[in-house]
C-alpha cells in the first residue's frame, strides 16, 4: 500500500527511526482502526520484494534502525519472499500484527497486537518479543491477562489506551499502576502528527 521512513510512534521501539512497509489487505475489521484505507487488497497496486528492499536500503542509509512490516494484516500474506528480499538491506525486520493468519517469513521483532473478535493463532503467541493490547473497555483488560498467560517468559506486556478514548486512557493508566508487568504504549506519532 505504502512505504515511508518515519519513527515508531507506538510499542517497545517508539521513538527510533524506522522505514515502514504497509501491506494491503485486512480481514479482522476492527471499529476503531485507523488505517481502513488498508483493509482492500484489489486497490493498491502490487510491488516486488526487491523493489521494496532497495526502498529499505535507501531507508538505512538516510539513518533507519529496522524495517516495520505491517498493514492491514500482513499475515494475510506469505511473507516469505519478502523478508528473504530484505535480508540484503542489513536492517533488523520487524512485524506488526493481529496474529489472525499463520506466521511466514523472518523477523527479528514480532509485536503481536491481538484482538478479542479474532484471536491470534498460539504459535504467534509464543513467538512474539512485545504483546500491545488496545483498550476501550474494562473486558479488554481481561482479555491482555489471557493472551499473556499464552506468550513466553519476557515478552513485554503493553496497554495502549484506544485513540481518542478517554475511558481506555483511564483503564490503562490505572491497570499499569497497579501491575508491575504491565507497562503504558502511547500513540506518539498521533500526538506529534507525523506518519
Known amino acids: 500500500m505504502e ?3 518515519s519513527l515508531q510512534g507506538e510499542g517497545h521501539h517508539t521513538g527510533r527511526s524506522a522505514f515502514f512497509i504497509r501491506l494491503a489487505g485486512c480481514d479482522v475489521g476492527c471499529p476503531w482502526c485507523d488505517t481502513k484505507h488498508s483493509w482492500s ?3 493498491h497496486p502490487e510491488r516486488r520484494a526487491q ?5 529499505a536500503e535507501k531507508a538505512a542509509r538516510e539513518g533507519a534502525c529496522f524495517t516495520v512490516i505491517t498493514g492491514g494484516e500482513p499475515l494475510q500474506h506469505n511473507l516469505d519472499t519478502l523478508t528473504d528480499a530484505l535480508s540484503d538491506s542489513a536492517l533488523p525486520k520487524h512485524l506488526e500484527t493481529s496474529g489472525v493468519g499463520s506466521l511466514s517469513g523472518h523477523f527479528e521483532w514480532i509485536t503481536l497486537s491481538p484482538k478479542a473478535h479474532k484471536p491470534p493463532q498460539n504459535d504467534i503467541l509464543q513467538r512474539c518479543n512485545e504483546l500491545k493490547v488496545v483498550v476501550h473497555n474494562p473486558s479488554d483488560l481481561s482479555f491482555a491477562e489471557r493472551m499473556a498467560h499464552l506468550t513466553q517468559e519476557g515478552t513485554i506486556l503493553l496497554l495502549q489506551p484506544g485513540w481518542g478514548s478517554e475511558q481506555g486512557m483511564r483503564l490503562a493508566i490505572d491497570y499499569v499502576q497497579q501491575h508491575q508487568n504491565w507497562r503504558l504504549s502511547l500513540q506518539t506519532h498521533k500526538w506529534l502528527e507525523i506518519r
Open 3 to 5: 512505504t515511508f521512513h
Open 41 to 43: 487488497q484489489s486497490v
Open 51 to 55: 523493489q521494496l528492499a532497495l526502498d
